[in-house]
């Protein structure tokens, strides 16, 4: 079966750290393109961070430059999403998403908390 995990959200402070897993499962993971997305509550979802197959190529979502990279172990069919500086409005649901011969597949989603 074709499945996306992702882990490694929670609660933390502004200004704090967290790193996101993705693992992957149940496909050819090193051939498919992975994206980060998150959504907010009364908000759409945005996409976060991208990263190609090999990871060459990445980008970001502007207001997350300089404070997240994206990466991958193709060894160990895992994506991860490191947060640093988190903000306040960096809270929301983030999803993993990979793209598996033009088709999207998604995982379950972890919660990203920023609070004092």
């Known amino acids: 079966q074709v499945q996306l995990v992702e882990s490694g959200g929670g609660l933390v402070q502004p200004g704090g750290s967290l790193r996101l897993s993705c693992a992957a499962s149940?496909?050819?993971?090193?051939?498919?393109?992975i994206r980060w997305y998150r959504q907010a509550p009364g908000k759409e979802r945005e996409l976060v961070a991208f990263i190609s197959s090999t990871g060459d190529t990445r980008s970001y979502l502007e207001s997350v430059e300089g404070r997240f990279t994206i990466s991958r172990d193709n060894s160990k069919n895992t994506g991860y999403l490191q947060m640093n500086s988190l903000k306040p409005e960096d809270t929301a649901v983030y999803f993993c998403n990979a793209d598996i011969q033009g088709t999207r597949v998604w995982g379950q989603g972890t919660q990203v908390t920023v609070s004092s």
């Open positions: 149940g496909f050819t993971f090193r051939s498919s393109n």
